[in-house]
C-alpha cells in the first residue's frame, strides 16, 4: 500500500487522563522489520491531528504494517480513548488513462465512469 498522510482526531476536554501525549508511528512490510517513522508529542490536544509520512524525495512510503504506538498517556493515565483515525493514500487521477483520451469539458468528464 500506498501511504502519504495519517491523521487523528483526539479530544482533551473530554477524555482527560485517556488522551494520548507520545505517540510513535511505526511503518514496515513485515512486523520483524518495523521502524519508526515518527514520534509525536501533544500538549491538551483538541481536534485533528494530520501527519505527513513521507519525507521530500518521494511523494509517499510503501508498507503493508502501519503500527501507531501510545507511549504516554496525560496526567500518566492507563487506558487510551482516540477517537477516529484516517489513512491517506496519494490522489490520482481517475480519468487518466492511456487507451482512452484525455477529456477536457464538463460535459466529456461526467461521462467517464459509471456510478
Known amino acids: 500500500m500506498r501511504i502519504q498522510e495519517l491523521a487523528i482526531y483526539l479530544d482533551f476536554k473530554?477524555?482527560?487522563s485517556y488522551?494520548?501525549?507520545l505517540i510513535s508511528i511505526r511503518a514496515a512490510n513485515s512486523f520483524h522489520e518495523m521502524q519508526e517513522i515518527k514520534q509525536v508529542e501533544f500538549e491538551?490536544?483538541?481536534g485533528?491531528?494530520?501527519f505527513?509520512?513521507?519525507d521530500k524525495d518521494s511523494?509517499?512510503?510503501?508498507?503493508?504494517h502501519l503500527q501507531i504506538g501510545i507511549l504516554q498517556n496525560q496526567h500518566?493515565?492507563?487506558d487510551t480513548h482516540i477517537r477516529q483515525i484516517k489513512i491517506f493514500s496519494p490522489r490520482e487521477n481517475p480519468f487518466k488513462s492511456d487507451l482512452e483520451?484525455?477529456?477536457q469539458t464538463i460535459a466529456f468528464t461526467q461521462f467517464t465512469t459509471i456510478r
Open 101 to 103: 483520451p484525455a477529456f
Open 48 to 50: 485533528w491531528y494530520v
Open 52 to 54: 505527513p509520512l513521507c
Open 59 to 64: 511523494p509517499f512510503i510503501k508498507t503493508m
Open 19 to 21: 488522551t494520548p501525549q
Open 44 to 46: 491538551r490536544p483538541t
Open 76 to 78: 500518566s493515565g492507563r
Open 14 to 16: 473530554t477524555d482527560e
